[in-house]
């Protein structure tokens, strides 16, 4: 790899207009930290799960791998692995009418409140965000209620709904499609274009459900 950059990443793609990208990246969590309390050269810095992809217009490939090694070339896996991780304490109501839930309770083969007692303590962080701007992936689900998809998306999702799929919980921004099975609604915007950054979440920092009542939530909704 150029620039003796492979003690960091795996293995390179390289895609057109401007993006280099580092799939299977080593150090991950550790790089996400340091990327975040730097500031970059880049125009963005996009994180897959396991990625990394670093952006700059009008740049030639080379000119993005030479920012790239300038930029990490004080990073310390160990030292960056040691910085504090923000916890993020979020409210939820937990619709115990929704078909998802009953859904689920019937393919799990576990009352509802047990699939919201487990939910509610599962180990979350912030994996990555995309498919929809602000849309929010948290990994760490407990393993006793990982679900498949949905075999029929539902045509419209609200937004500040809550789902889960497979080993992950997401959380919608906007009104949408989707697969993800709904068990309940997040009353915060977590996502507003009005405010800079439009996300004030970052990869890896930890992140906990604390459940409310459907009063509280009618309360607190800001999604209208």
């Not at 895609?15 to 880049?42: N, R």
């Amino acid at each position: 790899m150029v620039n003796g950059l492979e003690k960091y990443f795996d293995r390179t793609f390289f895609v057109p207009e401007g993006i280099i990208c580092w799939p299977h990246v080593s150090y991950f969590d550790a790089m996400v930290i340091f990327v975040s309390l730097k500031q970059t050269p880049f125009d963005e810095v996009i994180f897959g799960l396991d990625s990394i992809s670093f952006i700059n217009f009008g740049k030639s490939q080379k000119e993005i791998v030479d920012l790239i090694f300038q930029h990490f070339k004080d990073f310390n896996p160990k030292q960056e692995n040691s910085n504090k991780i923000i916890t993020h304490e979020v409210p939820i109501y937990y619709d115990m009418n929704g078909k998802d839930l009953a859904a689920l309770s019937i393919s799990l083969q576990m009352d509802k409140e047990e699939i919201i007692y487990k939910h509610q303590h599962s180990s979350l962080q912030v994996a990555m965000i995309g498919f929809l701007p602000g849309f929010i992936y948290l990994k760490g689900l407990d393993e006793a209620i990982i679900s498949n998809r949905k075999k029929i998306p539902s045509p419209r999702i609200a937004p500040g709904s809550v789902g889960i799929a497979e080993t992950f919980t997401g959380i919608y921004p906007i009104q949408s499609p989707g697969g993800w099975n709904i068990i309940g609604f997040c009353p915060i915007k977590l996502f507003d274009v009005q405010k800079k950054p439009a996300v004030n979440l970052k990869i890896g920092d930890d992140f906990r459900f604390y459940s409310i009542t459907a009063q509280e939530y009618a309360k607190l909704n800001a999604h209208g």
